[in-house]
T-cell receptor, first 114, second 118 residues
């Protein structure tokens, strides 16, 4: 069974630009979550999607958005990039939304804003 | 509010020595706890999880963790460290969304970087 696939692995963008990151969950998983990882703030929850609906959102500005498609693939978008958006963005998929369901993570997309 | 605290941002052990990584949780209800490992430039890999039942949980790569409600702890241990264990380890708690009780998110500790010395 293929794991969680995130593309691209690395991105370099300029301040003010926008970026779209992609995540393909494990086959059959309907829940996709996104996390931002930085040295200063650690791992922070961005949002979670289940069956194409955003079910939960972290404390991030509106420049961060996402969506989920009918095949459970998800994208997140960051507009008007700032230097502080440089981070590793991790996607995780789960088979359900129960609190005891494990999340499987992709390898992440390393975004560098210059 | 549910959260986790990892004591010690860096831990060094000699190869073959005991590994002990500390995690304490704060929760008003029985928590669901997880340990993840992250190798350089990689995502997170699940080591083990505690939900209900047995308080000693065995995971992959020889790791185990014991849930102690009286101490609100979920420390990760491995009897004998191997060079390949060098990585960053994260403790996490699963909590429900305030706005949507059916949704959930993982709240992570700040991580512990494990160094294994030859």
């Amino acid at each position: 069974k293929a794991g969680v696939t995130q593309t691209p692995r690395y991105l370099i963008k300029t301040r003010g630009q926008q970026v779209t990151l992609s995540c393909s969950p494990i086959s059959g998983h309907r829940s996709v979550s996104w996390y931002q990882q930085t040295p200063g703030q650690g791992l922070q929850f961005l949002f979670e999607y289940f069956s194409e609906t955003q079910r939960n959102k972290g404390n991030f500005p509106g420049r961060f958005s996402g969506r989920q498609f009918s095949n459970s693939r998800s994208e997140m978008n960051v507009s008007t990039l700032e230097l502080g958006d440089s981070a590793l963005y991790l996607c995780a998929s789960s088979s359900g939304q129960s609190l005891n369901t494990e999340a499987f993570f992709g390898q992440g997309t390393r975004l560098t804003v210059v | 509010a549910q959260s986790v605290t990892q004591l010690g941002s860096h831990v060094s052990v000699s190869e073959g020595a005991l590994v002990l990584l500390r995690c304490n949780y704060s929760s008003s209800v029985p928590p669901y706890l997880f340990w993840y490992v992250q190798y350089p430039n990689q995502g997170l890999q699940l080591l083990l999880k505690y939900t209900t039942g047995a308080t000693l949980v065995k995971g992959i790569n020889g790791f185990e963790a014991e849930f102690k409600k009286s101490e609100t702890s979920f420390h990760l241990t491995k009897p004998s460290a191997h060079m390949s264990d060098a990585a960053e380890y994260f403790c996490a708690v699963s909590k429900a969304s305030i706005s949507s009780g059916s949704a959930r998110q993982l709240t992570f500790g700040s991580g512990t970087q494990l160094t294994v010395l030859p």
